[in-house]
């Protein structure tokens, strides 16, 4: 509970933004969801989720110029390239 408690007080007392604040409801309810179950890949499973809409959304915004939208994510634009290929989304 020691952890808990220290995870707790630095994110629950602080303003956080809207997504901040969905991953983290989110998460607590899948480890609910997940009632004792075992499971592992949790960092790639998140990332991945949240990676896809997020590159689309910024190509929209970038009316997609790959340049545009790797400034507007702070990306090379070959990382930029590399995910949006990983997402098929190229």
Do not use: W
Not at 7 to 25: A, D, F, I, P, Q
Not at 53 to 73: C, D, F, I, S, Y
Not at 81 to 86: A, D, E, G, I
């Amino acid at each position: 509970m020691q952890h808990r408690k220290k995870y707790e007080s630095k994110s629950e007392g602080s303003r956080e933004n809207e997504l901040s604040s969905t991953v983290r409801k989110v998460m607590r309810q899948y480890f609910k969801d997940l009632d004792g179950e075992k499971c592992t890949g949790i960092y790639e499973m998140v990332v991945l989720a949240v990676e896809r809409p997020m590159l689309e959304v910024v190509m929209l915004q970038a009316q997609g110029n790959q340049t545009r939208a790797a400034e507007l994510l702070g990306l090379n634009r070959n990382t930029l390239r590399k995910k949006l290929q990983q997402h098929g989304l190229d």
